[in-house]
Each structure stands twice: as structure tokens, then as C-alpha cells.
């Protein structure tokens, strides 16, 4: 199988403070754009990653696909290969992307968790992850996890990155 995880971009950017974490709380606009990774998946005898495209510092074993699939690992074992397309660090939330496509895959096809708990998974890997399980432009508060719906129509414009 394969997925398309998308980046998104902030349309207005208010970082309110610092939190003990680490993270920014603030206050944005998430909008999904059309710049794409690629991610095949296959059912296999163990968990493995290889990657493509823009290269990626950080180990495999660090790769947070890999902990998205450690969620279904008790029902299959994948053989995961990213193609690197959307830029690393450039906000554009293209690991985030990554991880939730393959969470929202293997949940179709194994069906062990409701969206809130989705929700709660999602977040424990990253702060944008929760925004693209559903992946809709979103007015978007605290460190990227809480979400309000907003009518904003992009249908007629072009966004250049």
C-alpha cells in the first residue's frame, strides 16, 4: 500500500509562551498543502524502515513511523519505506504527516482504536500528529493539539512554498 502524507503550513503564526516541556503554546491556522512524502507498507516477519529522498539525520529506530507502527505491532509486523520529500524542520509538519498516515492506516485496517484514542496516540508521538488524522484546515491552539473548526475556502489559490 501505498500513502501520501502531506505537509501543512501555518496561515499566521502567534507564539503566546514557552511551556515547561519545551513545546510553544499558540495560536494558528493549520493548512494542509499538496507536498507530499511517499510511504509504502507491507505486512512482514519484523518492523523495519528504509528511506529515500531528503536525508534524514536521525536514526532509523528514533523515526517516529516507526512508533506509530509500534501501536499495531501486536496484530502484524511491517516492512515501512519513506521517501523523503517535504523539508525537515522547516514547520511544514512533514514527520508529523508521516507517523499520523500510518497510524490512520493500519486503525482502518486492524480497527483497535476510536478516534479519541487516536487523539491521545497521536500526541504522545508529536504535537502536530493529532492535526492530520483528520488533516482540514483548523484554527489550532495550545502546542498544536487543541483544534476549532474554521470555514476558510483555498479552492481558487495558490500556495507557493
Known amino acids: 500500500m501505498f500513502l501520501f502524507p502531506n505537509a501543512k503550513i501555518n496561515i499566521g503564526l502567534n507564539v503566546i509562551d514557552k511551556t515547561d516541556s519545551g513545546y510553544h503554546n499558540l495560536e494558528s491556522c493549520f ?17 523495519s524502515l528504509s528511506l529515500s529522498g531528503i536525508k534524514i ?5 528514533d523515526n517516529i513511523i516507526l512508533k506509530a507502527a509500534k501501536f499495531f505491532e501486536d496484530k502484524s509486523k511491517f516492512k515501512i ?14 514527520g508529523s504527516s508521516d507517523a499520523s498516515f500510518v497510524i490512520n ?6 480497527q483497535l482504536y476510536n478516534d479519541n484514542d487516536l487523539i491521545k496516540l497521536s500526541n504522545q508521538i508529536g504535537s502536530d500528529c493529532p492535526f492530520f488524522l483528520e488533516n482540514k ?14 470555514k476558510l475556502d483555498l479552492k ?6
Open 105 to 110: 492506516f493500519l486503525n482502518k485496517k486492524f
Open 156 to 161: 481558487d489559490k495558490y500556495i507557493l512554498i
Open 81 to 94: 519505506h519513506l521517501h523523503k520529500n517535504i523539508p525537515i524542520g522547516a514547520g511544514l509538519g512533514g
Open 57 to 61: 539525520k536521525e536514526k532509523n529506530s
Open 31 to 47: 493548512c494542509p498543502v499538496t507536498l507530499y512524502d511517499v510511504i509504502e507498507i507491507k505486512e512482514r516477519n519484523s518492523t
Open 137 to 150: 484546515i483548523k484554527l489550532v491552539y495550545g502546542t498544536g493539539n487543541i483544534f476549532e473548526d474554521v
